[in-house]
């Protein structure tokens, strides 16, 4: 019984993720799995998501001064953009950044995290 229940649970959380494809919070992945499970709390999100990353089927993204959120693993190398406004986290495709950053010599870059800040088509009412 209860195992049945935290699968129903965890394939609503699954599903969140596959809708909608940027990054959530713990409240966001709640408020989007309670349409299908909708006694789920926020306790049982939490620890479903911990599994998830133990799994290796999420993984978390940290953006300074921010609650962390979460992403499905294995996406190709991209970038997040942070609307200011409502908090949502998108992701952005691609790499821009300079392949020629002009480092100092003896520098060498294994990996990079760029986070833009500004806000989003439904908060930008110049758009
Ligand atoms: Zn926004
Ligand atoms: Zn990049």
């Known amino acids: 019984m209860t195992a049945k229940r935290n699968t129903k649970q965890k394939s609503a959380i699954e599903e969140a993720f596959t809708n909608i494809?940027?990054?959530?919070?713990?409240?966001?992945?709640?408020?989007?799995?309670?349409?299908?499970v909708p006694r789920l709390g926020i306790a049982t999100?939490?620890?479903?998501?911990?599994?998830?990353?133990?799994?290796?089927?999420?993984?978390?993204?940290?953006l300074p001064g921010q609650n962390t959120r979460y992403e499905k693993a294995g996406l190709h190398h991209h970038h997040h953009f942070h609307c200011s406004s409502c908090d949502k986290v998108f992701d952005l495709e691609g790499c821009f950044l300079k392949k020629d950053l002009?480092?100092?010599?003896?520098?060498?870059?294994?990996?990079?995290d760029i986070t833009l800040t500004g806000h989003c088509p439904d908060c930008n009412h110049d758009f």
Not at 21 to 36: F, G, H, I, N
Not at 102 to 112: E, R, S, T
């Open 21 to 36: 494809q940027r990054p959530l919070s713990p409240t966001e992945v709640c408020d989007l799995a309670r349409k299908q």
């Open 102 to 112: 002009n480092l100092p010599k003896g520098f060498d870059v294994i990996q990079h």
């Open 45 to 62: 999100v939490y620890r479903a998501i911990n599994e998830m990353v133990e799994e290796g089927l999420l993984r978390p993204v940290d």
